[in-house]
């Protein structure tokens, strides 16, 4: 599978692209210079095609080559709302959580993860032991992926607790001065902010002089 799935990735490569998405992105790894919708064309076809137990060892190999695209793809492979069963898909995705060192494929690993969190989330415990992670990335995930707990207008008592458990990690970062963490903490708050003000408005009375400026003006982008 590994063979036939790098062959097609690669029959598309473009190597100006390559160059640029590599200058862009600034983390040493091969690169085949892909757009996003070429990669999800691919993955889409490979999801058709495969079964569950080989589409998860796809998504390991292709992980596993260490290509900026391929990567891209095997987070794609699993971003699915239902996989049934999907401990196997969960467990692979936070095998990859320590890997990370950038922020497009980590990104695009935690969407995979946000639909493995709210499909279980019980897995919140999980993602608790990222915050203490020395990877800034890994740190990082732990806010991006649980992204949609921001977005309830009526909340059920479980995500309001969800909900003030990743505020807690958020105002544990706060002190921490890296551009990415400030930012995932600025767009955890700015997203809450549409369906929760209070919570927002609360945080940022509490923490948001300590923050830096851009993610406390971003953080509260939409409150009145």
Request: aromatic content about 10%.
């Amino acid at each position: 599978m590994i063979a036939s799935a790098l062959a097609q990735l690669q029959s598309l490569a473009d190597s100006q692209k390559a160059i640029e998405a590599q200058a862009y992105h600034k983390t040493d790894r091969p690169y085949l210079g892909l757009k996003v919708p070429v990669i999800e064309e691919l993955t889409e076809q490979w999801r058709a095609d495969l079964s569950l137990e080989d589409r998860i060892q796809l998504a390991a190999d292709l992980w596993d080559t260490n290509i900026h695209d391929a990567r891209i793809a095997s987070a794609k492979l699993l971003t699915q709302a239902r996989i049934k069963p999907d401990a196997a898909a969960w467990d692979l995705i936070c095998h990859w959580v320590p890997q990370f060192d950038a922020w497009a494929i980590a990104d695009t690993a935690c969407i995979a993860a946000q639909k493995r969190i709210t499909a279980d989330p019980a897995r919140i415990d999980t993602v608790e032991a990222w915050t203490r992670s020395e990877n800034m990335w890994t740190r990082r995930a732990a806010l991006v992926a649980t992204l949609p707990f921001t977005k309830q207008n009526f909340p059920k008592p479980f995500e309001l607790a969800i909900r003030d458990r990743v505020l807690g990690w958020a105002a544990s970062y706060i002190d921490d001065k890296d551009w990415f963490i400030q930012k995932a903490v600025a767009w955890w708050l700015r997203d809450l902010s549409k369906h929760d003000p209070a919570r927002t408005a609360a945080f940022l009375d509490a923490h948001g002089e300590r923050m830096k400026a851009f993610a406390r003006k971003e953080a509260a982008q939409y409150l009145g």
